[in-house]
């Protein structure tokens, strides 16, 4: 009997001690991707419009970057962190979408095609690295690292992508009919058509994230815009709670959180 298959599971022991960093994908997991989209979106709006554009955006920017060190210190899944640093991916990737257009004065035609473009360029040094997209193996730091820059090229692409079927002439209550529709897509194709996983996630994730910003502004804009005119502070604390609630549910159940 030799002992190399001993060594060789002695050397790999390391690697499976690592807990995934990324939750179980459940239907809880799907609502709260949509909550932080819409909370995102509004959330960012009503800082620009209380401290200004440019303290915004600064403010934004390093919450994101406190949020992810958090998020790459720890060695497992832990709910509060990991959707902690969602939203702040959220929110500092609707500001970034917006700097371009109201800022530099990019229109969504364009800069929905260039963060398309980012995000391929991330999948594909994701696989080049790696040699998978999955979810399922976020146990390294490298691995983390590609994840969080595709979920926010995903997020910036939602936005582009939300803003410009909202004024291209659907409105806001017509992009929400257009995306829930085109979420359910992926789904189908992967249980009928055969569509790889990985596939069919990434493409509902990036879909998730024009749904729920354009269902969130379509809560908070004034009626003139074909909104319901609650306003961005109810909207926002109302999805805000909504997060909390779910994030407390997964905690308190332990659900979505991965075994070692």
């Given amino acids: 009997m030799t002992t190399q ?53 600064a403010l934004g920017g390093l919450a994101l970057v406190a949020s992810l060190a958090v998020q790459l210190t720890v060695r497992r899944h832990i709910a509060w962190v990991y959707w902690t640093a969602v939203v702040m991916v959220s929110v500092f990737g609707t500001m970034a979408a917006d700097v371009l257009h109201v800022g530099l004065g990019v229109p969504y035609a364009v800069s929905t095609p260039v963060f398309l473009a980012v995000l391929a360029a991330v999948f594909g040094l994701w696989y080049a690295s790696e040699r998978t997209l999955s979810i399922h193996g976020i146990h390294t730091r490298r691995r983390e690292g590609f994840y969080w820059a595709a979920v926010l090229a995903t997020f910036a692409l939602g ?81 805000t709670v909504a997060i909390l609630g779910f994030v407390a549910y997964l905690a308190t159940s332990q659900r979505g959180r991965r075994p070692a």
């Fill in 159 to 239: 936005t582009a992508a939300g803003d410009l079927t909202a004024t291209a002439g659907l409105g806001y209550l017509g992009s929400v009919g257009l995306f829930a529709a085109a979420i359910c897509v992926p789904a189908l194709a992967h249980r009928w058509a055969g569509l790889n996983a990985v596939a069919a996630f990434w493409s509902a994730y990036i879909v998730t994230r024009p749904l729920g910003a354009s269902l969130a502004d379509w809560m908070a804009v004034g009626q003139s815009r074909g909104g319901l005119a609650l306003g961005l502070e109810p909207v926002t604390l109302a999805w």
């Fill in 5 to 57: 298959p001993l060594l060789d599971d002695w050397r790999r022991a390391p690697l499976r001690a690592m807990a995934n960093k990324v939750p179980e994908v459940t239907a809880c997991f799907w609502i709260i991707k949509v909550l932080t989209t819409g909370m995102g979106e509004t959330a960012s709006d009503l800082l620009a419009r209380v401290l200004g554009p440019i303290p915004a955006v």
